[in-house]
């Protein structure tokens, strides 16, 4: 009987909000399941695990990306930040707050993302139009219908950090 090999694991090392972690990780592994299951931060959300949702949204390099179509091992040497990373000395990220401010979520499943997906749009675009916000969050379902609130925590955002 043939026997069952165990995938090979690798090292990777990379930045995670802004501390560096080296990790094994089998080279399959998705970067949404070893941030949640690995390293235990589920502020980042598996819903559809295949690119349909967006609720698995995180930055990497700066840039909004699905972590359940990305391989961890892909990640090495760069800069992955998850929701857990964005509040500083106990203040809220300014798309946190705004999100809180404008009721921008019901179930919350999909805020994680949501966020992250703006954060990303702020940091390229300090001054997005109505256009550029829904664009931005395009790709993040939210079953609840929390859009309109949704846009406008992300422009009273571009607003808070000018
Ligand atoms: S969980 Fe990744 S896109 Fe839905
Ligand atoms: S707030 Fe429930 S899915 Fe968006």
Redesign the pocket.
């Known amino acids: 009987m043939a026997s069952q090999r165990e995938p090979a694991a690798v090292d990777v090392s990379l930045r995670l909000n802004g501390r560096d972690v080296t990790l094994r990780v089998p080279a399959h592994r998705s970067l949404?399941d070893t941030l949640r299951d690995t390293l235990g931060l589920t502020g980042t959300k598996?819903?559809?695990?295949?690119?349909?949702?967006?609720?698995?949204t995180v930055l990497v390099d700066g840039r909004p990306v699905?972590?359940?179509?990305t391989l961890a091992v892909a990640c090495a040497g760069k800069h992955v930040e998850t929701i857990e990373g964005l509040a500083r000395d106990g203040d809220l990220h300014p798309v946190q707050q705004a999100f809180i401010d404008h009721d921008a979520y019901q179930c919350g499943f999909c805020t994680p993302g949501q966020v992250m997906s703006l954060v990303g749009l702020l940091r390229e675009n300090a001054s997005p139009s109505e256009d550029e916000v829904r664009r931005a969050v395009s790709g993040n379902l939210c079953r609840c219908g929390a859009y309109t609130n949704i846009v406008a925590a992300g422009l009273a955002a571009a607003k808070a950090k000018r």
Not at 46 to 54: I, L, M, Q, T
Not at 66 to 69: D, F, I, V
């Open positions: 949404l598996k819903v559809c695990n295949e690119g349909d949702c967006g609720a698995c699905y972590s359940c179509l």
